[in-house]
């Protein structure tokens, strides 16, 4: 879910559908396959995060509408592998960072209910696009680091402790927790390039590697 409690809009995603071989959703939740989607998601966003070292740092953190930036996107996902990962499949009842940010709450702006403040989370905090990063680059490691420690009977293990939300007495396995991730890693990637076109489109910023501006070198694109 986006910010502002919006359902997930799926026609986003910017893979070519639901059946194409580089999509990790459709890969199985079994030990491989649940491997091969770490190393997708970790590779997917490598390049992405090198893309947008190159653009100016204030457009990540701009939004489309009511929608995270590109940076409160980043810190959404911190808070993902936090939730169904760190605290839930290894069991560390503080693995909340500061940084991460819950579902339908943005950085900057009031938390009613409290619930980032239970969590320890501080909404007011303006991290850098490097720090964010840096910490990202560390979750994905971890995720695709504890893929790689799984083991079949692991798989179907139930959570240490369960996402707040839900409750302590439903078995949540372990396979269930890597779905939850992927999904939300390839849905949010989607948002994320959707919307970094749109800022830099009204910005008018071109980004490294882009070619010659047709507005002040005509004649690199003039029809032969």
């Given at each position: 879910?986006?910010?502002?409690?919006?359902?997930?809009?799926?026609?986003?995603?910017?893979?070519?559908?639901?059946?194409?071989?580089?999509?990790?959703?459709?890969?199985?939740?079994?030990?491989?396959?649940?491997?091969?989607?770490?190393?997708?998601?970790?590779?997917?966003?490598?390049?992405?995060?090198?893309?947008?070292?190159?653009?100016?740092?204030?457009?990540?953190?701009?939004?489309?509408?009511?929608?995270?930036?590109?940076?409160?996107?980043?810190?959404?996902?911190?808070?993902?592998?936090?939730v169904w990962l760190r605290r839930d499949a290894i069991g560390d009842p503080d693995a909340w960072h500061p940084f991460g940010l819950p579902p339908d709450l943005r950085a900057g702006q009031p938390d009613p209910d409290g619930v980032?403040?239970?969590?320890?989370?501080?909404?007011?905090?303006?991290?850098?696009?490097?720090?964010?990063?840096?910490?990202?680059?560390?979750?994905?490691?971890?995720?695709?680091?504890?893929?790689?420690?799984?083991?079949?009977?692991?798989?179907?293990?139930?959570?240490?402790?369960?996402?707040?939300w839900m409750p302590a007495t439903v078995p949540v396995p372990i396979s269930q927790c890597f779905d939850v991730v992927v999904r939300e890693e390839?849905?949010?990637?989607?948002?994320?390039?959707?919307?970094?076109?749109?800022?830099?489109?009204?910005?008018?910023?071109?980004?490294?590697?882009?070619?010659?501006?047709?507005?002040?070198?005509?004649?690199?694109?003039?029809?032969?």
């Amino acid at each position: 879910m986006r910010a502002g409690g919006r359902s997930r809009d799926t026609r986003c995603v910017t893979s070519d559908g639901a059946d194409a071989p580089d999509d990790p959703r459709t890969l199985p939740h079994t030990v491989d396959g649940i491997r091969q989607a770490s190393a997708i998601v970790e590779e997917m966003w490598r390049s992405t995060f090198e893309r947008v070292a190159e653009l100016p740092e204030p457009l990540l953190h701009e939004r489309v509408g009511d929608e995270w930036s590109f940076v409160e996107t980043q810190r959404h996902l911190l808070f993902v592998a936090d939730v169904w990962l760190r605290r839930d499949a290894i069991g560390d009842p503080d693995a909340w960072h500061p940084f991460g940010l819950p579902p339908d709450l943005r950085a900057g702006q009031p938390d009613p209910d409290g619930v980032a403040e239970r969590l320890g989370i501080d909404l007011l905090a303006t991290p850098s696009l490097t720090e964010v990063l840096e910490l990202r680059r560390d979750r994905l490691r971890f995720i695709r680091t504890l893929a790689d420690r799984l083991s079949p009977a692991e798989l179907e293990r139930p959570t240490s402790c369960n996402p707040p939300w839900m409750p302590a007495t439903v078995p949540v396995p372990i396979s269930q927790c890597f779905d939850v991730v992927v999904r939300e890693e390839w849905a949010h990637h989607g948002f994320a390039i959707r919307d970094l076109a749109v800022v830099i489109s009204r910005t008018g910023v071109r980004e490294p590697g882009a070619g010659p501006d047709p507005e002040r070198h005509p004649a690199a694109h003039r029809p032969l």
